[in-house]
């Protein structure tokens, strides 16, 4: 409609000899105002209509749980009617049987207390049946909102360990195509880094090369002091065949995982409570052993990073 106004306006304006160049882009100003202000109310209320259909979605939810609870509410609501009407049938004989025999007057006595004991039962029971569902609707809100807490705080683990991977992702860039990986999987962060890249053949020693990278590494470990710090040796399956201190591959793949710990804590921003070091040898191979390349592939040091989630699980266990 507003548009229709303002194509209107523009044609009697051009179609007028007497109106000057001003008038004209004043109206020309305005149309394109009410353009704009036409598109924003749009999208208002493209915006208005998700939320609205969000909230109908949990509101159909939200009914679908009390419509439950009504039920069964209902139930007891249901036999205390008709223990109610058992009463009021048992009240009219009475009343018919008053003028009868008194032993049969005492029998309707009897079982008319026998009723009313049986309805005071009934009250009591549909009594406790209400308290017991505004706890559990009260007990059902609390678990909500601690299940919505807990949710943030798990996303806010997974957030930091995605900044975490690009982080690490960044700063050891150089080392690209020399044998080091970088990924994140199952809440996660795991470097891997090929032997090629680290050590000599049958040595636990760290070349200069491999130093370097294990140092970036530990400045960022640094500055994320709420990260568990796992190295993890690993050898292919060919045995170890040097002598000296080194007895098997189990052996060599710990003293390896030893040797980047020791690099690591030379960072005094480490807190060393939370490295360990962890020797595999060869059984949690990548690849088949059958190759060379899937023996290389085996022949790694993996530094797995994992967040601390002891507030989480304390959470788990109040739900």
Sequence with gaps: MIKKVSLGVLALALTTSCVSSKVYKELEDKYANLKKENRNLSDENQNLSKAKNQLDLEGKDLKSQLEKLKAERDKLAADYAAASANLNTLKSSYSALEKNSGDALDTNMKKNRELLAQLEAKEKALAAEQERLNKLQAELKERSSRVD???????????????????????????????????????????????????????????????????????????????????????????????????????????????????????????????????????????????AEGKAKNRRIEIILTPKLDEISKMLNEL
């Design 149 to 291: 807490e807990l949710e943030g705080m798990i996303a806010a683990k997974e957030e930091s360990m995605r900044k975490l991977k690009e982080t690490l992702s960044k700063a050891l860039n150089s080392f690209e195509g020399k044998g080091l990986t970088v990924e994140q999987k199952n809440g996660k962060v795991y470097v891997s880094m090929e032997n090629k890249l680290l050590f000599g053949s049958g040595s636990w020693s760290v070349g200069t090369e491999g130093r370097r990278a294990v140092v970036e590494v530990g400045k960022v470990l640094g500055v994320n002091p709420d990260i568990s710090v796992l190295i993890e040796g690993h050898t292919d399956n060919v045995p170890y065949g040097g002598t000296g201190q080194i007895t098997d591959n189990w052996d060599l793949s710990t003293k390896r995982a030893t040797a980047i710990v020791n690099i690591l804590a030379e960072n005094k921003s480490i807190d060393k409570k939370n490295l360990t070091a962890a020797g595999r040898g060869e059984y949690a191979p990548l690849a088949p052993n059958e190759t």
